[in-house]
Nanobody
Framework: QVQLVESGGGLVQAGGSLRVSCAASGRTSSISRMGWFRQAPGKEREFVAAIRWSGSSAFYADVVKGRFTISKDSVKNTVYLQMNSLKPEDTAVYYC????????????????WGQGTQVTVSS
């Protein structure tokens, strides 16, 4: 089993930046990808970005491409999501998750989830 702990959420004005982190522990050898998802009030959880655990290939949702950057620190077993040019519509609870399969975006292939961290962007 993999345990995930997110941190770094908060309140920021539109146009600002924020970085959220996700620390993984436990059976990290089973991880294929680590991803970020988000869920806004009244909406379904949606894919944001993911990165391969081995290597640096990444994949982004179109709505965040060019504004968000996912990266990882393999020594610390931590993945980061740098969010720039934030918009009010980015407001959501952000969850990290680990994927042991082959899909970038299919939530059914993500096996473990963190508790989430709130990101609020004011207009």
């Amino acid at each position: 089993q993999v345990q995930l702990v997110e941190s770094g959420g908060g309140l920021v004005q539109a146009g600002g930046s924020l970085r959220v982190s996700c620390a993984a522990s436990g059976r990290t050898s089973s991880i294929s990808r680590m991803g970020w998802f988000r869920q806004a009030p009244g909406k379904e959880r949606e894919f944001v970005a993911a990165i391969r655990w081995s290597g640096s290939s990444a994949f982004y949702a179109d709505v965040v491409k060019g504004r968000f950057t996912i990266s990882k620190d393999s020594v610390k077993n931590t993945v980061y999501l740098q969010m720039n040019s934030l918009k009010p519509e980015d407001t959501a609870v952000y969850y990290c998750s680990v994927n042991s399969g082959s899909s970038w975006t299919n939530q059914d292939e993500y096996d473990a989830w963190g508790q989430g961290t709130q990101v609020t962007v004011s207009s």
